[in-house]
């Protein structure tokens, strides 16, 4: 079992809709999480982080359940320029501080 | 403003030539990383490294090696490389250990032929 699974992709949703994406995650000591952003032949950047009492930047929100070992990413409002892929990373102290990565969900906003 | 530089953006070597991948941030960052990225298959993780000096092996180590003699800059070898190590490969720093948003270079696109 991979240590961060995403929803497979990719997700084709119009402008304007809600769409969400989700993650779980193995290992229980994780500590820090975050949703990172990563366009096309880019890197990966820094989408937001995401707190045990959700959190909101806009039209995201990012939810986290620990007992379930769980987060969310929530877009609302979607507009074309979302379109990207969205990185589900989870940071642990008892491994070193090492990030470790999602697969990643493609999301494409049309028209 | 915040950067990580990668010295190459496109490479092509021949099996079993040794590569060198340059990594160097200016942000003063404890933690450096080495992720490969291939379809499907996300970023993985090869190496870090939290200190000066100091590595450890990530899920993927096979086939690589780092050195980090200064703090500022991360180095992947692949000791001969080989076809299926052609990959996009990314470096990232960040300043602690956990809470703290990781930094990426441009990635480099090394093809092995």
């Known amino acids: 079992r991979k240590e961060v699974e995403q929803d497979p992709g990719p997700f084709n949703v119009p402008e304007g809709a809600t769409v969400a994406f989700n993650c779980t995650y193995s290992?229980?000591?994780?500590?820090?999480f975050f949703w990172y952003r990563q366009d096309c032949r880019k890197e990966p950047k820094l989408l937001m982080s995401?707190?045990?009492s959700g959190n909101e930047d806009g039209r995201f929100t990012a939810q986290l359940n620990r007992a379930s070992q769980y987060i969310s990413l929530l877009i609302r409002d979607s507009k074309l320029s979302d379109s990207a892929t969205y990185l589900c990373?989870?940071?642990?102290?008892?491994?070193?501080?090492?990030?470790?990565f999602g697969q990643g969900t493609e999301l494409s906003v049309k028209p | 403003d915040v950067k990580v530089t990668q010295s190459s953006r496109y490479l092509v070597k021949r099996t079993g030539e040794k590569v060198f991948l340059e990594c160097v941030q200016d942000?003063?960052?404890?933690?450096m990383f080495w992720y490969r990225q291939d379809p499907g298959l996300g970023l993985r993780l090869i190496y870090f490294s939290y200190d000066v000096k100091m590595k450890e092996k990530g899920d993927i180590p096979e086939g690589y090696s780092v050195s980090r003699e200064k703090k500022e800059r991360f180095s992947l070898i692949l000791e001969s490389a080989s076809t299926n190590q052609t990959s996009m490969y990314l470096c990232?720093?960040?300043?602690?250990?956990?809470?703290?948003?990781?930094?990426f270079g441009q990635g480099t696109r090394l093809t092995v032929v």
């Open positions: 995401v707190y045990s």
């Open positions: 990373v989870v940071n642990s102290y008892n491994q070193g501080g090492k990030l470790i």
């Open positions: 990232a720093s960040s300043p602690g250990m956990v809470n703290t948003e990781a930094f």
């Open positions: 290992n229980s000591a994780s500590q820090s």
């Open positions: 942000m003063d960052h404890e933690n």
